[in-house]
């Protein structure tokens, strides 16, 4: 057990500065917890000392170097270094110098996704992984993101100690224990609904690269010029409400939401109809809210690439490009989307010269509903 003299002579704690503050007890939990001094140290310059608890148990167990690694994974290196970079692997704290630090657990996994190779080519497979990673950094950043604003946040400005915080890290990272395997059958039912949808919007009998979809855009008009007035509090409120009317409102219609990029949605659905009712309500509840900030969209309809998550071609540009030309409450869409849909109506909206396109371009605009 080590004592307050040991705590200030290793200038983790003092007297004076650190009055009041939890400092002792949080070095007192952490020394319970069977950390040494010099992790302490370590982690305090690292301005970490409240959350290694938290850091050992998200990620336990010795940090290997990459020779260690290749030999616990049981493959090649340049198939485990390819792997390891498509997964967004960098060097963490307490890494041997100049590694990436893997642990025995993450360097099986990455040994594991070998067997993707049996079924696919190399390039495919490390492409995949490349979604795979870049999904789960953006999970982490989100869970993050929620935790520092939603409990840490209110927590430093009520005046707790850094031993309630530090309990409080250990507490969430908790909650991570076993997310992945309840997260499973999450899993099976959207690559199920995947599937589906490739079913319904298939085009060609022995082609899988181009299907058909309606492609949708919804962006916000004077989003920037407010958010500029807008404090980081109330910034991070009027997107996540954002996000959540998006992502409710687009479901409840059927359709996908591929992505938000800032303050416009872009999604996708096999049925004309579903994008035309998405779009509508998107309309009408954004521009129903606050009159400085007014929503305009387009829609198309036609063959897509669908790959990595997202969709590529000439209708997903066209259907950005007329979010782009549409006046604020106006949502733009192709002849081809509004002869396909058989719920919406439209009003001719003549030809519009489009970035991108050589010939000027027929639209319609959709009716309010």
Known sequence: MHSTEDFIEAGLFDPIEDEGTGRLELLGWLTDKGFSLEAMVDALAADGLGSIAGD???????????????????VDADRFDRWAMAFGFVPVVGSPAG?????????????????????????????????????????ADAAV????SDVESPMLLDGSSELDLA???????????????QLDPILRRQVLQAIERSRRTTIERHERFRYRYAVGFVD???????????????????LRDFEGRAYDVVTGAGARVVKLIGDEVMFVADDPGAACAAASELMSGFGAEDERVLPRGGLAYGDVLVRGGDYYG????LASRLADEAVPQELLVTEALAEASTTCEFEPAGRRMVKGFDEPVAVRSLTPR
């Open 220 to 238: 916000l008009v004077g989003f920037t010029a407010i958010s500029a007035g807008m404090d980081a509090q109330a910034l991070s409120r009027f």
């Open 145 to 148: 993101s929620l935790f520092l």
């Open 99 to 139: 590694e990436i630090g893997y642990t025995r657990e993450e360097a099986r996994s990455i040994g594991l996704v070998g067997a993707m190779s049996s079924m696919f080519s190399d390039d495919e497979a490390t492409s995949y992984l490349r979604v795979v990673g870049g999904s789960l950094s953006r999970i």
């Open 56 to 74: 050992r148990r998200l990620v336990p167990g010795e940090r290997l170097t990459r020779a260690q690694a290749i030999d616990v994974a049981d």
């Open 314 to 317: 000439s209708v997903v540009n």
């Open 167 to 181: 309990i409080n890290v250990h507490d969430a990272v908790g909650l991570l224990d076993g997310f992945a395997q």
